[in-house]
């Protein structure tokens, strides 16, 4: 146990020390801040883009809708209109209209043209065409402007007084939805889903980073010849249980500090963009019990448990780099696995998918603390889910353990899968 725990401090001690380490860790919260601040700081500097205003409007309904649609892209009916171009069409002359805005757009004197067909009405026949066709804000804005003005032009038609159709075609539905657990609110659903990715993505890119984070090191001992000293004095499956627990605790290190800087963040957001001059809403935090932070730590320590030793199984098998590489190869897909499947799961986490991948071992590390972020996840699959990935990591480590002690003094080639299965079968 002492030479576990010097073997241990060693690795850590190691690596935090690094400037990558220290960069890595600082830009994290650098990142997390830059990502709240700066398109607020933004959106106080910039004006209003009107690039959506200035496109033609190709209007072959026979009706008033465009230039109705022309006053609510500049601002509603008592906007300016003067940007935006409305001319009456008929449908036999509409491909001659077009031809004609194409060219007027290819001479920078619009940014598009928007087409009005006869059966626009009818919710059908409404094209846009020009340089802006990628920007979904503008997009979005043309087709809000276009359906309110299509709901305000029916309303008005069926009799309703100018006044309250405008009313009515301007409202919207802003559905709220919150999560309830057994223990009770869980916060809002959106907020949930939201965090539930973060989660997902965070472990995928902790895992895979520290676990390779090993393999290197590995690597390193075998290609300076430090491994046929430290074996002299210590036993192997010693010294890759003290590397994977000493780089594993370098990750939750720096996870706890990004957790903590990114809560923190979120928490005194407002008043500190407010004192800055700049808008703020509240970002509310999901609701997060003791027991759940202890199950996604647990899953998080399993999983970079398994992908370590793969990976450190990895590094004493290969010579090189180059080597190191092609042979990681397999490990890392049984890891891009979660991430595949992540949108899936994300939108039917209760389904057979979900449940399947959050208790295959490979993919349990991320997929579990997903589905627990996002549903109320029975505590008897949390539980098989975990000894399924204990088991798993038992045996990875058994065996890595056995190809770490024998490839590791190996130099000059890499070992084949054949020659693995006999140091196994010998062991």
Same mark, same amino acid.
């Given at each position: 146990m002492k030479k576990l725990l010097v073997v241990l401090e060693r690795e850590y001690m190691e690596r935090v020390r690094t400037r990558w380490f220290l960069v890595a860790t600082i830009?994290?919260?650098v990142f997390l801040g830059a990502l709240m601040f700066v398109p607020a700081y933004m959106a106080t500097r910039s004006s209003v883009s009107t690039d959506v205003a200035r496109i033609r409007i190709l209007d072959a309904t026979g009706t008033e809708l465009g230039r109705l649609v022309a006053a609510e892209l500049n601002g509603g009916a008592f906007g300016d209109t003067s940007l935006t171009q409305v001319t009456a069409v008929a449908p036999a002359s509409m491909a001659q209209a077009e031809s004609l805005a194409t060219a007027d757009v290819r001479r920078r004197r619009l940014?598009?043209?928007?087409?009005?067909?006869?059966?626009?009405?009818?919710?059908?026949?409404?094209?846009?065409?020009?340089?802006?066709?990628?920007?979904?804000?503008?997009?979005?804005?043309?087709?809000?402007?276009?359906?309110?003005?299509?709901i305000g032009l029916e309303l008005r038609r069926a009799g309703m007084e100018a006044i309250e159709a405008d009313r009515v075609k301007r409202l919207r539905l802003t559905l709220r939805s919150e999560r309830l657990t057994p223990t009770g609110r869980a916060g809002s659903g959106s907020v949930n889903l939201l965090f539930a990715s973060v989660v997902g993505i965070l472990l995928y890119m902790t895992i895979l980073m520290y676990g390779q984070n090993v393999?290197?090191?590995?690597?390193?001992?075998? *290609?300076?010849? @430090?491994?046929?000293?430290? /074996?002299? !004095? &210590?036993?192997?499956?010693?010294?890759?249980?003290?590397?994977?627990?000493g780089v594993g605790a370098v990750g939750l290190t720096q996870m706890a500090i990004w957790l903590a800087a990114s809560v923190l963040m979120i928490r005194y957001r407002v008043p500190v963009m407010r004192a800055f001059g700049l808008d703020a809403t509240p970002i509310p935090l999901p609701t997060i019990t003791p027991g759940q932070l202890a199950i996604?730590?647990?899953?998080f320590l399993l999983?970079?448990?398994?992908?370590?030793?793969?990976?450190?199984?990895?590094?004493?098998?290969?010579?090189?780099?180059?080597?190191?590489?092609?042979? *990681?190869?397999? @490990?890392?897909?049984?890891? /891009?696995? !979660? &991430?595949?499947?992540?949108?899936?799961?994300?939108?039917?986490?209760?389904?057979?998918?979900?449940?399947?991948?959050a208790l295959m071992p490979v993919s349990s590390p991320i997929m579990m603390p997903l589905r627990m972020s996002t549903v109320n996840v029975p505590?008897?699959?949390?539980?098989?889910s975990v000894i399924g990935l204990a088991a798993a990591c038992y045996l990875a480590v058994y065996?890595?353990?056995?190809?770490?002690?024998?490839?590791?003094?190996?130099?000059?080639?890499?070992?084949?899968?054949?020659?693995?299965?006999?140091?196994?079968?010998?062991?």
């Open positions: 830009f994290g919260p940014k598009g043209y928007l087409v009005l067909g006869p059966n626009a009405l009818a919710g059908g026949g409404v094209r846009y065409a020009g340089v802006n066709a990628t920007a979904l804000a503008d997009m979005r804005r043309i087709e809000t402007a276009v359906s309110r003005e299509l393999l290197r090191g590995v690597l390193e001992e075998k *290609q300076t010849r @430090v491994a046929e000293v430290v /074996v002299s !004095s &210590i036993r192997p499956t010693t010294l890759l249980a003290g590397k994977v627990l996604l730590l647990l899953f999983g970079y448990t398994l992908y370590s030793a793969l990976f450190a199984a990895v590094g004493a098998m290969v010579s090189s780099e180059q080597e190191a590489q092609q042979a *990681q190869m397999p @490990v890392v897909l049984m890891l /891009v696995v !979660s &991430i595949m499947f992540l949108q899936p799961v994300l939108l039917e986490p209760e389904g057979q998918l979900a449940f399947t991948l505590p008897w699959e949390i539980a098989l065996f890595a353990a056995i190809v770490y002690r024998t490839g590791l003094l190996m130099h000059g080639k890499r070992a084949s899968l054949r020659e693995v299965f006999r140091w196994i079968k010998a062991a």
